[in-house]
């Protein structure tokens, strides 16, 4: 069985300032990893993924995680946020079954202050 | 750029009612998935649903709960009964054989 934990439940911050949010996860499997976003009242957008390859791994809008297989994390971090940054992020894994089902983190709210 | 879709975007119901949630996946996507997420609490997988039939189900699956594919388009999830409970945001979400998944924008239940 996997889990994901997300070890801030909310992150204030203001403008400009950088930002982690921080995941842990537990698998006993080789894992693909996931960071979706969940803007208010929308549902949740891919912000990012580690699949392979290169263990950090970017978005387009600044944001990059970092794949540690010897810590079993993946936080997300962002240099300079903005306030359209404010959103509930999601951690979430997949793996050991071929049909990929998802699980979740309890979320962390990013609430960035002007 | 194609995405899913689910509708309707909000439900009410009476407890121990039926309710159809719909979803239109990614045309050329082959595993598809329901989510929930109850207000204040983490997303939960229900269901996955590959080559018409059920893959994988969570222990919230019951036999109050069914999914169905009767068109080649549509993705419905069922709720035979509904409970209090039962009140959640449901996602559906769909994918290639890649990894990736997406999701749709959800339905917001509320069983009264």
């Known amino acids: 069985a996997q889990s994901v934990t997300q070890l801030d439940s909310q992150v204030p911050v203001f403008e400009e300032a950088p930002v982690e949010l921080r995941c842990n996860y537990s698998?006993?499997?080789?894992?693909?990893l996931f960071w979706y976003v969940q803007y208010p009242n929308q549902g949740l957008q891919l912000l990012l993924k580690y699949l392979s390859g290169s263990t950090l791994v970017e978005s387009i809008n600044g944001f990059e995680a970092e794949f540690n297989k010897s810590q079993t994390s993946f936080h997300l971090r962002k240099p300079s946020v903005h306030i359209s940054d404010t959103a509930e992020y999601f951690c979430?894994?997949?793996?050991?079954?071929?049909?990929?089902?998802?699980?979740f983190g309890q979320g962390t709210i990013l609430t960035v202050h002007p | 750029e194609p995405e899913v879709t689910q509708t309707p975007s909000h439900q009410v119901t009476q407890m121990g009612q039926e309710v159809i949630l719909r979803c239109v996946p990614i045309s050329n996507h082959l595993y598809f998935y329901w989510y929930r997420q109850i207000l204040g609490q983490k997303v939960e997988f229900l269901v996955s649903?590959?080559?018409?039939?059920?893959?994988?189900k969570s222990e919230i699956f019951d036999d109050q709960f069914s999914v169905e594919r009767p068109d080649g388009s549509n993705f419905t999830l069922k709720i035979r009964s509904t409970k209090l409970e039962d009140s959640a945001m449901y996602f559906c979400?769909?994918?290639?054989?890649?990894?990736?998944?997406?999701f749709g924008p959800g339905t917001r239940l509320l069983v009264l």
């Open positions: 649903f590959y080559n018409n039939e059920i893959s994988e």
């Open positions: 979430a894994v997949a793996g050991g079954t071929s049909y990929g089902k998802l699980t």
């Open positions: 698998s006993s499997v080789s894992v693909y």
């Open positions: 979400a769909s994918r290639t054989d890649q990894e990736t998944q997406y």
